[in-house]
Structure formats: C-alpha cells, structure tokens
C-alpha cells in the first residue's frame, strides 16, 4: 500500500483514523539468514518509515540495538496505527527490507493500557 506523502493532509488523516477507530498494532522485523547487503535500498526503507509517519499511522520505531556497543542488530520494531490486523499486514508487505527478502514481519494487536504514551497519543487524537 503506497502512503502519498505530497498529497496527505494531517487533518483529515487524524479525522479518518479517529472515525474508522485506528487501533495499534506491534510490527516485529526479524533479519533473514544470509539475506545479503541491504544498503542499496536503505534510503528506500528511510523513506517508506517517512511515509508512514508523515500519514500518522508510525507511533514509534526504530532498530533494536545492542546496549554496550551501540550497534544495530538488524531487527526493528513499530507500533503503528491501522484499522485492522489484515491492513497493517498488507501495509508492512511493502516495507522494502521485507518486500525485497532481508526481513521477515510479524504483527500483532496491541492494547496499549499503560504509561505515558497512552497520555500523549490522547493529546494527539482529533475531538470526535
């Protein structure tokens, strides 16, 4: 699914989330055995993560990294905004990293119940 970054309007993007109940959603992003050089599509991931949050649908992400050294394992997680399970999936089929064979996606719901983002997307969300 293509996320038209030039044409979006925030406004109506948060009016729709809100009217359609957008629910969130946990992406995993496991690295494939021996999947090869993934940096020449690196600036397209970059770019699929900036269409996603330029949508409103990217709540957080980033790759897992390790603690001591700092360096990135290859692994990343989102939490995203969809309306359904079955659409985030198709949405994250286009990942790049995945689409090309370098990961692997697994989406869950997720009920978020607790803490202090729960405040902030409060504050984000459009009065109904």
């Known amino acids: 699914m293509e996320i038209p970054v030039a044409e ?3 406004e109506k993007e948060r009016a729709r989330r809100a009217a359609e109940g957008m629910r969130l959603y946990m992406v995993f992003m496991e690295p494939r055995e021996g999947a090869g050089d993934r940096s020449a599509i690196r600036g397209e ?3 699929f ?3 996603l ?3 409103g649908r990217l709540v ?3 790759p897992l990294v390790d603690e001591a050294s700092g360096k990135v394992l290859g692994r990343g997680v989102f939490i995203l905004r ?3 399970l079955g659409e985030v999936e198709a949405i994250m089929r286009e990942e790049p ?3 090309n064979g370098f990961r692997d996606i697994v989406v869950h719901a997720w009920r978020l ?3 202090e983002l729960l405040s902030l997307l409060r504050d984000r969300e459009p009065e109904a």
């Open 49 to 51: 993560v900036n269409a």
């Open 113 to 115: 119940a607790e803490g």
């Open 60 to 62: 957080a992400g980033g």
């Open 82 to 84: 969809g309306a359904s």
């Open 97 to 99: 990293f995945h689409r």
């Open 53 to 55: 949050e330029h949508s």
């Open 45 to 47: 991931h970059f770019a």
């Open 8 to 10: 979006l309007d925030v």
